[in-house]
């Protein structure tokens, strides 16, 4: 079964520097998606950014990136310039090609401080 | 374009007491998903939907229901409501066919079972 490990319940960060939260999944599948999910107070589940298993290359979506290290079955999430609105709850998430369900892992408290 | 969207977004039920949750999307996705989200845990899947007239469980689905007759359409039945389903529930849709496996989230339902 494959399953998705978040060791940080929380972190915090100042505004305008660098955090980065850790991801960890298990699997037995060579083919399959990772994703980051924010969920600010207002509870709605806001895609971050997602990633290939296939793909070699690091998704970038602005000031968020990750470091996909396949072998070692680690995805970390890092926030560059880190702003009050990033603050929220930050779910890793994995699933398989073809529409299977999300495994989530139990999430990471985000705090930014002015 | 409203994306997902689910009614009630608030509800307090009695114990035995029945309802069902609405989910609709605009997106002509094929794939449609319910989840629940637990205090302080990740999303955890109760039912998925691959196409119109097919429906199957997921992680948790015992006391729940669904049915799919349109593409537009999933709602989800709790028939006898217990203090356990005290949860947000969150509805989801994808369409993998495009190439990507996003899920995109409603705003989820809370409910309280007292």
């Known amino acids: 079964a494959q399953t998705v490990t978040q060791s940080q319940p929380e972190m915090s960060v100042q505004e305008a520097e660098t955090v980065t939260l850790s991801c960890t999944y298990d699997?037995?599948?060579?083919?399959?998606?990772l994703f980051w999910y924010k969920q600010p107070p207002s509870r709605q589940m806001i895609l971050v950014i997602r990633q290939e298993a296939y793909k070699q290359q690091n998704a970038t979506e602005n000031r968020f990136s990750v470091n996909f290290q396949k072998a070692a079955k680690s995805f970390s999430l890092k926030i560059s310039d880190s702003q009050l609105g990033d603050a929220a709850m930050y779910f890793c998430?994995?699933?398989?090609?073809?529409?299977?369900?999300?495994?989530f892992g139990e999430g990471t408290q985000l705090t930014v401080n002015p | 374009n409203a994306g997902v969207t689910q009614t009630p977004k608030f509800r307090i039920l009695k114990i035995g007491q029945s309802m069902t949750l609405q989910c609709a999307q605009d997106?002509?996705?094929?794939?449609m998903y319910w989840y629940r989200q637990d205090p302080g845990m990740g999303l955890k899947l109760i039912y998925y939907?691959?196409?119109?007239?097919?429906?199957d469980k997921g992680e948790v689905p015992n006391g729940y229901n669904v049915s799919r007759s349109t593409t537009e359409d999933f709602p989800l039945r709790l028939e006898l409501a217990a203090p356990s389903q005290t949860s947000v529930y969150f509805c989801?849709?994808?369409?993998?066919?495009?190439?990507?496996?996003?899920?995109?989230f409603g705003p989820g339902t809370r409910l309280t079972v007292l």
């Open positions: 998430a994995y699933n398989i090609w073809v529409g299977s369900r999300l495994t």
């Open positions: 997106m002509n996705h094929n794939y």
């Open positions: 939907s691959v196409g119109a007239g097919i429906t």
């Open positions: 989801a849709s994808s369409y993998p066919d495009s190439g990507t496996d996003t899920q995109y």
């Open positions: 699997t037995s599948e060579s083919d399959y998606y």
